[in-house]
Every structure is written in C-alpha cells, then in structure tokens.
C-alpha cells in the first residue's frame, strides 16, 4: 500500500531541510538493513538499505488516535513517501497496564484510513515494542556490567528529594557503587518476580549533578507484576519509555526519529543511552564487549504538537469523555478522534490537507478550528452532490396551482445538476407540487430590513422552479405561522427562455411535500464553550456545551433515498452533510452536519 502523492509539491519546513541536509552529506548511504528489526550484528549481515530514511509513527495502543496523531502520521509517513524512504508503523507497547487490542486494530485502521500504508519493498513494516523486550532486558543486563547502570533500592519519595532541584544538584543514592556483579543479580530477581513493586529499580548512572535532571541517574526499569496484552506474565519488569523508545528506534534502523517538543529535554539521555550500546567496551578482564546497536544511531527532532482551539487533544482525556458518558464513544462525531472526525463527515483528503496547511514548525502554537474546517470545505466543496433539504420545515401553498397547471395533483418536473462544475455527473430530478416545504425562516410577516425572501407583497424564485409571489399566511391557535400563501407566476421556470426577464433578489430552497423524504438530522456543535478546554489544568467538564447536540427532523429531496452511508452531500445553502456511517440505511436516514457552508466559528 502507498500513500497518495500530494496535489503539489509539499511546503519546505525544518525537517525537510535537515533530511536534505544529511542526505546531501551521505549520512546514511552506507546503512545495511537485515529486513527486520535486529541488533548491530543481525543488522551487519543485512543488504544495503533500500530505503533512503527511516521514519516510524509510534502510537501507545491505549486510546484511539486523534487530530494530533493524524498530524504526526502525515509528517512521517508524509517524508518517508516523498524521500523515498520508508515509515514503520510501530506499536509503543512498553507499558502494560492500560493497553489493549481494541486500540491496536483502531490505531491500524485509522492509519489506513488516513491513506498510509507500512507494506515497502515486499515486507510489512508493522512492529511492536514488546517483541524487543528480550534485547531491552539484555542491553540492561550489560549496562550494568559496564558500569553504566546500578540497581537502586531507595524509596520513591527518598528518590525524589535526592534528585535535586533545577538549581540545586541531585545527591548520590547510597546503592549507587554497589557491585556491577550485586545489580545483575538483583536485576535478575526482578525479572523472576522475587521482589515487590517500588522497592527496586535500575538507574542509569549517569551524573547526580547534571543541568539536565532527565541525565541524573534516570530510572530504566522497573517491577510491574503485570500481564501484558502480547506477553501475557512473561514480565515482572517493564522497561520506561524513555529507555525502550531509543532501543526502539535503534533496532529498527531509524535515521528520523520526530516527536513533540516534550521530549527535547530527554534528546541528551536519549543519545547518550544508544551511544553506550553501540560503543564497545573493554571490561575489568579484558574482556572487549558493547558494539550492540548498529550505526550510524537515529537522531531525535522535535516539532511543536497540534494544539487545536476548542479541542482536546490527550487520548486519557478523550476516554474520559467516553467513560463517563459524556459522549457517545470514541466515534462520535463530535470527537477529535478520527473515527470521530470520519463519523462526522471528514475524509483522509482534508485532513491531509489541513496537516499541510498547518506545517510543522518548532514553536508550539494553537491552530483555529476554522482551519480544519475551511480544508474540509475545500475538499468536500469539489466532490460532494449536492441537494435540497428543508431543515425547519414550514409548509407553502400555491393557491393558484390549480388555475395554472389544470389540477391541483399536477406535479411539475424539475431538475438541478449534481454538481455545478461537473455537468457530467447528471441531474438530479424532483417535483413542484402544489404544497412545498420551505424553511420557516425564509419567511417575515413584518420583513426586517433588507430581508428579501418571503413576507406578503415579495417575490421569490423556488430554486430550480419558479417565481412565486407571497400572498400572506396562516396561523394556527397559537398564533404561530403554520403555513405561507403564495401563486406561482406561469413562464419563469428556471432553465426555460424568458424565465429570467423577472428578477427577483431571494433564491430559495425547498422541497415538494409529496416528495419529501423524512431524515433525522445530527447538528452538532462545539463540544466545548472555551477555546482552551483544558488547557493550564483547567476542569474542561466546566465549559461543556450543553448544545453540542441537536437531533431534528428535516425534508430532503428524492434524489437522497439511495444515499449510501459514509456519502457526503452539500445541501444547499446549509453546508455539507454525511450519511451516517453506522445509524443511517435505506429504511432510516441519517444524516450529520459535518460543517457549515461558511465559518461560524470566529463569531
Ligand atoms: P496522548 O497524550 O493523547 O496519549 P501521546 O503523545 O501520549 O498523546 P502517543 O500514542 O504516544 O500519544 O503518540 C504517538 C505519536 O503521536 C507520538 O510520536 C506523538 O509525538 C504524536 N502526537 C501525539 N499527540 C500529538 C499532537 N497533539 N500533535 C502532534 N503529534 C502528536
Ligand atoms: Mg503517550
């Protein structure tokens, strides 16, 4: 599977320059790579690389993924597409406690989703973290052998305090000199469950004083007697991911390992850490050891997150949202998540588009809503058919339908193009009948000023139809209207000579009542009130939107009975809609907004 080359060639940013830069320089030409990921030695009796870089997308499988990961899949597998390279669809499953298959096979799909594939030169690039648990435990075992790691037994909180402070340094621990030969041994009770959770870990040493508190003797591993989705109780002792994500990288031949500004200050543990692997070593006996990782080692960048305004962009977060109900599981249509934003109406075409748009760059910023959906606009506005719905239905009467057309049963046909600009998709055919629906606010009994729709004296073209002119209205016992009186002016039917020698200032949209289809409609909303719902550790359950949700009933045109689900129309002058991916079939339909035809977000 490859990923879509984009429409035009992609906008240069930091990344693109440095990969230039290194490919120019011949940094990575004389790579060699076995076709799995493997240590220096099964790497060695690889071929030469056929990929020019190596990225890799490296989700935790505990949540589903969002608009910030979709940034982070179009930038790797983004470059490795247009660089000839190849992005390794990996699985940071290092931590056992909250992951699970469920997330997996969704992570995958939405990957794929997106347009993206892992399959490059006969061979999947699907990988998981766990599979190199063995190496991570064994690069472990020799960091201690090699003096650069000591099993700790102090408590958590002792721990703490000796860390120091940004302007004080850290203090030793007390273990920090025991015997390379007394860590391995304890290292290995660890692993064989002899010991309680917390009471020992294994440190890097490293330096206690460092400016850099990541490099003050970060711990490495730690007991967790937890079962893990793919090595089920093989493990008492689960590697932190600031020392597997390194390995990780390393193993699989990385040249571009790109994540979020977060982790810049880890960039010097993180080099440090694969530069000990790879060195070799010669130890008290002579003994030459080390020269584990292949090189030339992976490099880390960093590019600033998405930060998206009215949106929250942390998989615990949205689960919380799932959890307690708020919403109605990750694929509602109001949730970030991309099954959210697919459920909504969004296609793989404007999110790539948006990631374009929106770049990568250092500085972390907030991205406007609006953003995302003038691509989805730009993209849906191309391809979408178009329709007529009535989504606040008020009945009008053509009291003189009978006068011009011989009875009142009389059913005129009309017809609009699918698509304005793609006159080779056809027409879409309905009728004008006697009762029409039209939106109640397309009419005034007292007009507003320059309102130029219906009110009682104005004439109006039915869109695709004729002019009619309004007569006055009806009301029911509450005072509320219940239906417009308007006549229809014989020889102005659109598309016919001479129908437009009246003009008239309103267009609007309507729908026959004898063809009008019933649909439920989703409106949604905001699912937030305030641009920045979490941010600052904000409680962003104070600024829900009570409204994020409207159900309603609307009319649509015939020509929307055969909508598929997933199919996504403009209903014209409304914005654009999508059939319901789960809810909505030939015996109920189902349409959500997915966007306005205009911005209303910045009001
Ligand atoms: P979350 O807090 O939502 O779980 P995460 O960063 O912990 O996010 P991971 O599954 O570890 O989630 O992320 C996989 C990749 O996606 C990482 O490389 C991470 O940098 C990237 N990523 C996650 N969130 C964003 C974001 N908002 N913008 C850009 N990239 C992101
Ligand atoms: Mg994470």
Redesign the pocket.
């Known amino acids: 599977m490859s990923a879509p080359a984009p429409a035009s060639a992609p906008a240069s940013n930091f990344l693109r320059s440095i990969i230039d830069a290194d490919l120019r320089g011949g940094l990575y030409k004389n790579r060699s790579w076995s076709g799995s990921p493997g240590d220096a030695r099964a790497q060695a009796q690889g071929s030469p690389d056929p990929a020019a870089i190596r990225t ?8 589903y ?9 179009c ?2 597998f983004g470059l490795a597409r247009d660089y000839g390279g190849v992005c390794h669809m990996r699985f ?1 499953d290092t931590n056992p406690e909250k992951e699970e298959q469920e997330y997996v096979d969704s ?1 995958l799909d939405a990957v794929k989703w997106l347009g993206f594939g892992w399959d490059a030169h006969q061979r999947s690039h699907l990988f998981y973290a766990s599979d190199y648990f063995d190496f991570m435990f064994e690069a472990a075992q020799y960091l201690i052998s090699a003096g650069h790691a000591y099993v700790d037994g102090q408590a958590a909180d002792e721990m703490r305090i000796n860390r120091g402070t940004l302007t004080e340094p850290g203090k030793n621990s007390p273990w920090r000199d025991r015997p390379a030969e007394e860590s391995r041994v304890l290292f290995d009770e660890m692993r064989d469950g002899k010991h309680v959770e917390g009471s020992l870990v294994l440190r890097a040493k490293i330096d206690m004083a460092a400016p850099n508190i990541n490099l003050r003797d970060p711990a490495i591993y730690r007991i967790r007697k937890a079962t893990h989705h793919r090595t089920g109780d093989k493990w008492s002792v689960y590697p932190m ?1 600031t020392y597997a994500h390194p390995i990780e990288d390393a193993l699989e031949c990385i040249t571009h390992s ?3 500004l ?2 810049e200050d880890q960039r010097p543990f993180y080099d440090w850490l694969l530069e000990r692997l790879a060195e070799a070593t010669t130890l008290a006996d002579g003994r030459v050891v080390g020269g584990l990782l292949a090189k030339p080692l992976p490099h880390q960048y960093e ?6 305004t009215y949106v929250m ?6 689960k919380q949202l799932v959890d307690e109900g708020i919403v109605n599981g990750w694929d509602d249509p109001r949730m970030p998540t991309i099954v959210g934003l697919r459920r909504r109406g969004y296609t793989p075409e404007s999110i790539q588009l948006f990631c374009e748009r929106i770049g990568v760059s250092k500085a972390d910023s907030w991205i406007d809503y609006a953003t995302l959906e003038i691509a989805l606009r730009d993209d849906l506005d191309a391809k979408a058919a178009r329709a007529m719905a009535v989504i606040d239905p008020l009945k009008l009467k053509l009291t003189n339908w009978a006068d011009v057309f011989g009875a009142e049963s009389h059913l005129e046909p009309c017809s609009a193009p699918v698509h304005p600009h793609h006159p080779e998709r056809g027409q879409r055919r309905f009728n004008l009948a006697n009762e029409v629906w039209v939106e109640r606010d397309d009419f005034m009994e007292l007009p507003a000023k320059g309102y130029h729709r219906l009110y009682p004296g104005n004439k109006v073209r039915l869109k695709y139809g004729y002019v009619i002119e309004c007569t006055g209205c009806e009301k029911g016992d509450d005072g509320r209207v219940s239906a417009v009186l308007a006549r229809l002016i014989p020889d102005t039917k659109s598309g016919t000579p001479g129908a437009d020698s009246l003009k008239v200032k309103g267009v609007i949209t309507w729908v026959a009542l004898v063809d009008a289809l019933s649909a439920e409609i989703h409106l949604y909303d905001r699912l937030f009130t305030d641009a920045h719902p979490d941010a600052g550790g904000k409680d962003f359950k104070a600024s829900l939107n009570p409204d994020s949700l409207r159900v309603i009933r609307a009319f649509l045109e015939p020509s929307l009975a055969h909508a598929h689900a997933d199919e996504k129309f403009q209903f014209e002058r409304h914005g654009y809609f999508v059939a319901d991916r789960i809810d909505h079939g030939p015996n109920k339909l189902v349409f959500n907004k997915a966007t306005g035809l205009r911005d209303t977000w910045s009001k």
């Open positions: 890799r997308f490296p989700p935790e499988p505990n949540g993924l969002h608009i910030g990961h979709a940034k982070s899949i930038l790797n940071d992570i991911y790109i994540c979020t977060e982790f590019f600033a997150r998405l930060n998206l962009t942390s998989k615990r977060k949205l």
